[in-house]
């Protein structure tokens, strides 16, 4: 039986290229961590039954690893984010809008950085969309039968009374 062996600059050809393969395969998958604050009742079992079932992307922008309990981020850079587990909102003086089949408050006050928090559930999840990389509605429609099949709801929003 006879050893073959290669030619030491083949060898070190064979070196280099595998490195370089290996090399361009980790960097090909990396993206960093979002770092999030988890929300307070990010450990709710309603929030992880909303977290294992969140798209892969919204409106073209891919999921993200983050380092927070019952939160998500999509986009590179993030574009859009999502924190399950804030308290459940009552009352607000915010617009409503339905999207996704949930009723959302949207709140305009960091515009074009919308924030949307589901109105009626019990812990309550907000999204927040970068409007100028981000549809708000596209991303409420990709989330809306994650969070409603993760968390029912309790009560809709109402307009206000019209006065007479």
Same mark, same amino acid.
């Given at each position: 039986?006879?050893?073959?062996?290669?030619?030491?600059?083949?060898?070190?050809? %064979?070196?280099?290229?595998?490195?370089?393969? %290996?090399?361009?395969?980790? &960097?090909?998958?990396?993206?960093?961590?979002?770092?999030?604050?988890?929300?307070?009742?990010?450990?709710?079992?309603?929030?992880?039954? %909303?977290?294992?079932?969140?798209?892969?992307?919204?409106?073209?922008?891919? =999921?993200?690893?983050?380092?927070? =309990?019952?939160? *998500?981020?999509?986009?590179?850079?993030?574009?859009?984010?999502?924190?399950?587990?804030?308290?459940?909102?009552?009352?607000?003086? &915010?617009?409503?809008?339905?999207?996704?089949?949930?009723?959302? &408050?949207?709140?305009?006050?960091?515009?074009?950085?919308?924030?949307?928090?589901?109105?009626?559930?019990?812990?309550?999840?907000?999204?927040? %969309?970068?409007?100028?990389?981000?549809?708000?509605?596209?991303? &409420?429609?990709?989330?809306?039968? *994650?969070?409603? =099949?993760?968390?029912?709801?309790?009560?809709?929003?109402?307009?206000?009374?019209?006065?007479?």
């Amino acid at each position: 039986m006879r050893n073959y062996r290669l030619p030491k600059p083949h060898l070190k050809l %064979v070196l280099l290229a595998s490195s370089l393969g %290996v090399l361009a395969a980790s &960097l090909a998958g990396c993206t960093s961590t979002v770092a999030l604050d988890p929300a307070p009742d990010s450990n709710n079992p309603r929030c992880a039954a %909303v977290s294992v079932r969140l798209p892969d992307s919204i409106d073209g922008n891919a =999921q993200r690893a983050t380092n927070a =309990q019952a939160t *998500s981020a999509w986009g590179n850079p993030t574009h859009v984010i999502l924190r399950c587990g804030l308290p459940e909102v009552l009352a607000s003086t &915010l617009p409503c809008v339905t999207a996704g089949g949930i009723d959302w &408050l949207v709140d305009a006050s960091a515009a074009p950085s919308y924030r949307f928090v589901t109105f009626g559930r019990k812990p309550a999840t907000e999204v927040i %969309v970068d409007s100028k990389n981000a549809s708000g509605v596209k991303a &409420l429609d990709a989330l809306g039968t *994650s969070i409603s =099949q993760g968390i029912p709801s309790d009560r809709r929003c109402t307009e206000p009374a019209s006065k007479n």
